[in-house]
């Protein structure tokens, strides 16, 4: 199981455990997933690629391979660098990193 890196925004109790490793939830569900952690730019980054990777596909059988390779490949891309993107986020929105709970400070 992967470690957890734990993030909190000073001032409040809001603390946000963010995975470290590989994210099959970015892998898998790309765009959605990016969008359930409210990290907007990168929403927007991978729908486009998503759909300019889609419609490469409409072009012909080569290039539909070549689409295909590429949108497999940018898959597994979202899902080694993920959760990075994710706690960089948050250390943009000002969370800091913070001890787990039940160690000490």
Known sequence: MAERIYLQRPGTD???AVATG????ALLLGFVWAMSKR?????FI?????TLLFFTGLWGETVGTI??????LFGIACGVY????????????GYV?????????
């Open 22 to 25: 590989f994210s099959w939830g």
């Open 82 to 93: 993920g959760n990075q993107w994710h706690r960089w986020t948050l250390e943009q929105r």
């Open 46 to 50: 991978m729908l486009a690629v998503n």
């Open 97 to 105: 990193v913070v001890p787990p709970a039940g160690e000490g400070k």
């Open 67 to 72: 689409g295909l390779v590429l949108s497999v």
């Open 14 to 16: 809001e603390t946000v």
């Open 39 to 43: 990290m907007w730019f990168a929403t």
